[in-house]
């Protein structure tokens, strides 16, 4: 299957800095990637899909100017949480789609958790 | 739109025994249909798919599907399981026309020794 990265891996900043988020396809070129939350012991939640030379599209209820998201190559989608505030704090996964037979599958990074105290 | 009921939010199971973890979608439109499972502070990782052909799925750490379209189920199966198989396990169904995956709200399988 496809790999995607996702660093760091683990992140605690101060309440009011920004934090930036890189997503990575290893083995493949990824036009589309996609910025998940996950709260504790609930499902993910889609934030915005990322198109690599285009302006990421976002989720009703999401901030775009809070969550930037930048996919410059088709390698790369960063997302940089701007003024972070504790109520950030969660963890951040990234996904990118790979088309396969009729269909597309997504993979996965690893995941970010990020605590801004 | 799809959606994705995963009826069961825990699962405990002794380690060796069988288990199911059920599944059920409803969409308007042809679906793919996946597993994911995700490891405590991990990523999700993808068990098995189903996107046409075969209705049986099998994926990695000896774990299958069955897609059954009349009931328009996925449940996920494996015949012994093992302790490492301790997770959270997500649903998610995806159509033709928008392959952004919905996600089921998660079952958390628990094999107790």
């Known amino acids: 299957g496809a790999v995607v990265s996702q660093h760091p891996s683990r992140v605690i900043c101060k309440s009011g800095t920004s934090v930036k988020i890189e997503c990575r396809s290893l083995d493949f070129q990824a036009t589309t990637m996609f910025w998940y939350r996950q709260f504790p012991k609930q499902s993910l939640m889609l934030m915005a899909t990322?198109?690599?030379?285009?302006?990421?599209?976002?989720e009703q209820g999401v901030e775009k100017d809070k969550f930037l998201i930048n996919h410059a190559s088709l390698t790369l989608s960063t997302l940089t949480v701007t003024s972070a505030h504790p109520e950030d704090s969660s963890f951040y996964i990234c996904?990118?789609?790979?088309?396969?037979?009729?269909?597309?599958?997504?993979?996965f990074g690893p995941g970010t958790r990020l605590l801004v105290l | 739109a799809q959606s994705v009921t995963q009826l069961d939010s825990q699962v405990p199971v002794f380690e060796e025994a069988p288990v199911e973890l059920r599944c059920n979608y409803s969409?308007?439109?042809?679906?793919?249909l996946f597993w994911y499972v995700q490891y405590p502070n991990q990523g999700l990782q993808l068990l098995l798919k189903?996107?046409?052909?075969?209705?049986l799925v099998k994926g990695i750490n000896g774990f299958e599907a069955e897609f059954n379209k009349s009931q328009t189920s996925f449940h996920l199966r494996k015949p012994s399981v093992h302790i490492s198989d301790t997770a959270e396990y997500f649903c998610a169904v995806s159509g033709r026309g928008s392959y952004i995956p919905t996600f089921g709200r998660g079952t958390s399988l628990i094999v107790h020794p």
């Open positions: 969409s308007s439109v042809s679906v793919y």
């Open positions: 996904s990118a789609r790979v088309r396969e037979g009729p269909g597309e599958t997504q993979y």
């Open positions: 189903y996107l046409s052909g075969s209705t």
């Open positions: 990322s198109n690599e030379g285009s302006k990421a599209t976002y």
